[in-house]
């Protein structure tokens, strides 16, 4: 039996827990029907106070790879995801979810895991329901969608039934601007383990746990970034800290987009507002109807996704692809054989 008193005092003291520690506080608190829901809300605010070290990550992860059996495709595919922590309230539109949709469009296998917004207007399901995606559409259906279509849509609260219990406090803490060790969780729990992601990160510090933890777990080719722009997107006008895990090696270098030479805008022509404008503007993107900023930076993280799914050789190489995703038409055909997908009766 855990001794609740005891990881707090931990806490309380700045000292780290053990991987150990970590897993057995968090399996009380997802499993036991009695829980003490005011030691969650203590351990996550302690936790963000304190730092989270490795090895809290690394054993939380753990715990909810050991609690909940992966989902498994009919045939073999290179599976990628893309998507950014959340907490950075820089409120931008839905720049990764439309990302994943370009890349699928030239031709990455996406695995979409995303969730509702707590604290910005418009999360990626939010987003996505409002496309016409049912993203309460049954695993089967969303696998399919992947093997035919290479897109399937995971909407997070149906596949990780053990964080119903602490939803209202991360919702609670959310509301109130404070981050907590499930935002770097979420991008590394994704319902079908794919071996290849993109993840922006609202800390420096925290990206880089976040990649140790991705190489620990056994990724394949990964990009965890943070922007100094304050983003947990890759923007064309700010640098970006990356870890890069490849071959099982983890290193580190400075993306600095200049070098692509994109068409540069400032922040606020990423900003992100209400439902109906972040859905207007996907539809405008997705048909090639917006030009500078805005497009540049969806194939700027559909470029990177398309360099870590092995479909490019550089980001730099993965633009012109993105581009031509989005010129095609395949984009919006990915995002229409989703919606179908989402709604069929099998």
């Known amino acids: 039996m855990i001794k609740l008193n005891l990881v707090i005092d931990r806490l309380l003291l ?3 827990l053990s991987v150990r520690e970590m897993k057995d506080a ?3 608190l997802f499993l036991t029907k009695k829980s003490n829901l005011n030691f969650g809300a203590t351990v996550l605010l302690l936790l963000q106070k304190k730092g989270i070290h490795l090895n809290e990550l690394y054993g939380l992860v753990k715990l909810v790879h050991e609690l909940e059996p992966p989902l498994r495709l009919g045939k ?12 950075d309230n820089a409120h931008t539109f839905n720049i990764s979810t439309l990302a994943c949709l370009v890349a699928s469009g030239a031709g990455a296998s996406i695995a979409k895991h995303g969730n509702r917004s707590i604290s910005s207007q418009c999360g990626s399901s939010d987003l996505m329901e409002s496309l016409g995606v049912r993203i309460d559409a049954s695993p089967k259906l969303m696998l399919h ?15 990780h039934p053990i964080f119903k219990r602490i939803q209202p406090i991360r919702q609670s803490l959310g509301r109130k601007g404070i981050k907590t060790i499930f935002n770097l969780v979420g991008p590394l729990v994704n319902p079908l383990r794919p071996k290849r992601q993109v993840i922006g990160v609202f ?3 925290y990206a880089a746990i976040v990649a140790q933890t991705a190489k620990k777990i056994g990724y394949d080719h990964a990009v965890v970034f943070y922007n100094l722009g304050g983003f947990d997107e890759l923007t064309i006008f700010s640098k970006a800290f990356l870890f890069e895990i490849k071959r099982h090696q983890l290193n580190h270098s400075i993306f600095n987009p200049r070098e692509l030479k994109l068409r540069s805008g400032n922040k606020n022509e990423i900003a992100g507002k209400n439902k109906k404008y972040n859905t207007r503007l996907a539809h405008q993107i997705l048909l090639g109807k917006v030009k500078g900023t805005k497009r540049n930076v969806v ?4 470029a990177a ?8 050789k550089s980001i730099k190489e993965g633009l012109s692809l993105s581009a031509e995703s989005i010129d095609s038409g395949s984009a919006w055909k990915s995002l229409q054989n989703l919606v179908k997908s989402s709604h069929d009766s099998r």
């Open 76 to 87: 073999s595919l290179t599976l990628v995801d893309g998507c950014g922590t959340g907490g």
């Open 305 to 312: 996704i398309l360099y870590v799914a092995g479909l490019a």
């Open 14 to 16: 700045g000292k780290d």
């Open 299 to 302: 194939i700027l993280n559909a």
């Open 145 to 159: 969608a992947i093997e035919k279509h290479g897109f399937g849509y995971f909407h997070a609260p149906l596949y």
């Open 26 to 28: 968090f399996r009380y």
């Open 203 to 205: 800390r420096k510090d």
